[in-house]
């Protein structure tokens, strides 16, 4: 059995997890890319095809990162992943600020110079991308993406699967459902319940 791990995924966001376990003192030992994927991803050799996760299972890795853009995505892959008797490892770059009463899930992206502060709860295969704060006694759900320069104040949920666009702010104590998408820049100083689109300042539903 090796501790090497397996990156899910080629692609640029890939290419940025790869650094940060690099960063970690890590070692990756191939990435899993689609078919049209290139060959290498920042140096690591590209395996093309969900199917090589069983051979590398068989083969004696056990560790694996799922870096996939996609949250709904990013979710099966983590899942089947793990059904082959993989573990979802995290990637916390080192210049990320973090409390130490943070709580994290599984297969988590922490990107440099995001600062998360004290007791908040990330769940696994949410992403805090470059820059982003995350204020204390938030709560941010599964496979959430808090996109670059994203701000949230004290107190914010932020339901499963949402995305928070480039620079989207929070205000204290506000509740964002599951499925939401707050475009880039938007404001929010109410709660949005679940499945909506909302852009702005401040941040309201995007009809259809």
Same mark, same amino acid.
């Given at each position: ?11 640029? +966001?890939? /290419?940025?997890? &790869? ?5 970690? #003192? *890590?070692? =990756? @030992?191939?990435?899993? !890319? ?58 916390? +770059?080192? /210049?990320?600020? &973090? ?5 994290? #899930? *599984?297969? =988590? @992206?922490?990107?440099? !110079? ?70 880039? #820049?938007?404001? =929010? ?20």
């Amino acid at each position: 059995m090796t501790d090497e791990i397996i990156v899910v995924g080629a692609g640029g +966001h890939a /290419k940025v997890c &790869i650094e940060i376990l690099h960063e970690m #003192g *890590e070692t =990756v @030992a191939y990435c899993v !890319g689609d078919a049209n994927a290139s060959d290498q991803c920042v140096g690591v050799p590209v395996l093309k095809g969900d199917e090589n996760l069983v051979d590398l299972h068989a083969r004696g890795y056990r560790r694996v990162f799922v870096a996939i853009g996609s949250n709904r995505l990013r979710n099966r892959l983590a899942a089947y992943a793990t059904e082959l008797g993989f573990t979802l490892t995290n990637a916390v +770059h080192p /210049k990320a600020i &973090i409390s130490q009463t943070v709580k994290f #899930g *599984e297969g =988590v @992206a922490v990107m440099a !110079g995001a600062v998360i502060n004290a007791e908040s709860v990330i769940d696994s295969l949410a992403i805090v991308n470059t820059g982003a704060t995350i204020d204390h006694d938030c709560d941010i759900g599964r496979a959430v993406h808090i996109a670059p320069q994203c701000a949230l104040a004290g107190n914010v949920t932020i339901g499963a699967f949402s995305i928070l666009g480039v620079g989207a702010k929070v205000i204290p104590e506000k509740t964002i459902g599951e499925q939401v998408t707050v475009g880039a #820049g938007g404001v =929010v100083i109410n709660d949005i319940s679940a499945s909506q689109t909302v852009v702005g300042v401040p941040a309201r539903r995007l009809e259809k």
